[in-house]
């Protein structure tokens, strides 16, 4: 069974998996494919950020953190990164995280998430996003040079909680 829960030191292997995994593509986020584990670690682990996995008995399928989108005043509208095991795809877990992320949000303080960046281009996630309740309010031209597509737009989607 898979439970999603707040991530250990211990699980930083796990996650460093995923995340090169998934940078490698060079059309999800903006990390350089060969960004190193120790920057990207320090990136998704960093002291603001409540990070965790996706963990089915003690194997890390996925990983996403939550934080505040601004400072101060705009601290009240949550933020997110997620990335899921390119062997784990099409078995629900970006579904399962996004929904614990939703209510972790709400746990946290949060109003509403705002996502800065969802490459347009990735239909999956733009489709999960739709379906938990997040709509696309705006969209930002040329905003990564994706590795098949080249200079691709970038949505900003955003949920009330």
Known sequence: MTQVRKATDGDKPAVWQIIKAVIAGGDTY???????MAEMLAFWFSPEKYVYVADADGVILGTYWLKANQPG???????????????????????????????????????????NF??????????LWKSVGFEIIGEIPDAIRHSRDGLTNAYIMYRKL
Request: charged share 20%.
């Open 30 to 36: 903006t990390f350089a494919p060969d960004t190193p």
């Open 118 to 127: 969802v490459v347009k281009s990735n239909a999956v996630a733009v489709k």
């Open 73 to 115: 005043l705009g601290d009240h509208v949550g933020n997110g990164g997620y990335m899921v095991s390119p062997g784990a795809k099409g078995r629900g877990i970006g579904k399962l995280m996004a929904e614990h992320s939703i209510e972790e949000g709400r746990r946290i303080g949060y109003h509403s998430i705002q996502f």
